[in-house]
């Protein structure tokens, strides 16, 4: 897919912003393209995120939408975040653009919150524990390959150690501590990662035991990014066998957003989290 033609989370966000500005304004695509001097089958790609848009340009149609100042800092934020090029471009060609996407969204988050049932989330993992989670997937990967996943994994932590680091929220299972990834030795050094970590400022980590049921509260694993504070877009990424999928309406984020918040209200916390992962640290 072409970079005029790829589709990211900031340009749909942007297009679902332009869509409702012009029905808002009572112009259907032909008229619109009249007033914002396009064509409406160009008009209808750039509201459906497959267009790219110069900044001049998206300037041009939010003024002519007389879009309040704040609203039209927003768009053009999102917009030069698009464009703007990562240490991800060069893993191009070793993940799919999703991916390429999720990590330039982790870039610029304000906040990152996640709950996991399965594995260390990416953003916590040791370079051992990312090693053998990616050995042992299917298909399997040669070596060198496996070398590459683990340096994508690991560059994606930069955010969380910057001199502004991201807030990162996390609940995880208890089941996600006890399952042995690569060895005693390996999961030793990651929950003292985790211990490490869970100590800073921009980070909150949460267990959930096994012995609570959080009734329809536990909706399973998923990452909520959000970028801006406050935020000009929430994003809800899932993990499948195959890929993930990625839900941008705001209701949804809204809803995922309370679902975590009732969850941490189920899970230890964090001082008596961390003595948990103590316990199974001596375990081991």
Same mark, same amino acid.
């Given at each position: 897919?072409? %970079?005029?033609? !790829?589709?990211?989370?900031?340009?749909?966000?942007?297009?679902?912003?332009?869509?409702?500005?012009?029905?808002?304004?009572?112009?259907?695509?032909?008229? =619109?393209?009249? @007033?914002?001097?396009?064509?409406?089958?160009?008009?209808?790609?750039?509201?459906?995120?497959?267009?790219?848009?110069?900044?001049?340009?998206?300037?041009?149609?939010?003024?002519? /939408?007389?879009?309040?100042?704040?609203?039209? =800092?927003?768009?053009?934020?999102? =917009?030069?975040?698009?464009?703007?090029?990562?240490?991800?471009?060069? /893993?191009?060609?070793?993940?799919?653009?999703?991916?390429?996407?999720?990590?330039?969204?982790?870039?610029?988050?304000?906040?990152?919150?996640? &709950?996991? &049932?399965?594995?260390?989330?990416?953003?916590?993992?040791?370079?051992?524990?990312?090693?053998?989670?990616?050995?042992?997937?299917?298909?399997?990967?040669?070596?060198?390959?496996?070398?590459? /996943?683990?340096?994508?994994?690991?560059?994606r932590q930069e955010v969380l150690r910057r001199?502004?680091?991201?807030?990162?929220?996390?609940?995880?299972?208890?089941?996600?501590?006890?399952?042995?990834?690569?060895?005693?030795?390996?999961?030793?050094s990651q929950l003292r990662r985790l211990l490490?970590?869970? %100590?800073?400022? @921009?980070?909150? !980590?949460?267990? !959930?035991? !096994?012995?609570?049921?959080?009734?329809? =509260?536990?909706?399973?694993?998923?990452?909520?990014?959000?970028?801006?504070?406050?935020?000009?877009?929430?994003?809800?990424?899932?993990? @499948?066998? #195959?890929?993930?999928?990625?839900?941008?309406?705001?209701?949804?984020?809204?809803? /995922? @957003?309370?679902?975590? #918040?009732?969850?941490?209200?189920?899970?230890?916390?964090?001082?008596?989290?961390?003595?948990?992962?103590?316990?199974?640290?001596?375990?081991?």
């Amino acid at each position: 897919m072409s %970079e005029a033609t !790829l589709s990211t989370t900031r340009r749909r966000k942007i297009g679902r912003v332009l869509r409702h500005l012009r029905e808002e304004s009572g112009y259907t695509l032909k008229t =619109a393209g009249k @007033h914002l001097e396009r064509s409406p089958s160009s008009l209808s790609q750039i509201e459906n995120g497959v267009q790219w848009l110069r900044l001049r340009d998206l300037g041009f149609i939010l003024d002519r /939408y007389n879009v309040p100042t704040d609203l039209r =800092a927003a768009m053009m934020t999102l =917009a030069e975040q698009d464009r703007q090029p990562g240490w991800w471009d060069d /893993y191009k060609d070793l993940v799919t653009p999703e991916a390429l996407d999720r990590v330039s969204l982790e870039h610029d988050a304000s906040r990152i919150i996640t &709950t996991e &049932t399965t594995f260390i989330p990416g953003l916590l993992q040791t370079e051992s524990y990312a090693r053998a989670v990616n050995t042992t997937r299917v298909p399997v990967r040669p070596d060198n390959i496996v070398e590459r /996943y683990v340096r994508f994994r690991l560059a994606r932590q930069e955010v969380l150690r910057r001199n502004s680091p991201t807030l990162l929220q996390v609940v995880l299972d208890e089941a996600v501590l006890r399952r042995p990834r690569g060895g005693r030795q390996v999961m030793r050094s990651q929950l003292r990662r985790l211990l490490n970590d869970s %100590e800073q400022e @921009h980070m909150l !980590l949460q267990v !959930l035991p !096994l012995a609570v049921d959080p009734g329809p =509260a536990y909706v399973g694993q998923f990452q909520l990014i959000e970028i801006g504070s406050p935020s000009i877009l929430r994003a809800i990424l899932i993990d @499948h066998f #195959t890929g993930q999928w990625i839900l941008e309406d705001e209701a949804e984020a809204s809803q /995922y @957003h309370e679902k975590f #918040t009732a969850l941490r209200s189920s899970a230890l916390d964090e001082p008596t989290s961390r003595d948990l992962i103590n316990r199974i640290i001596s375990e081991l």
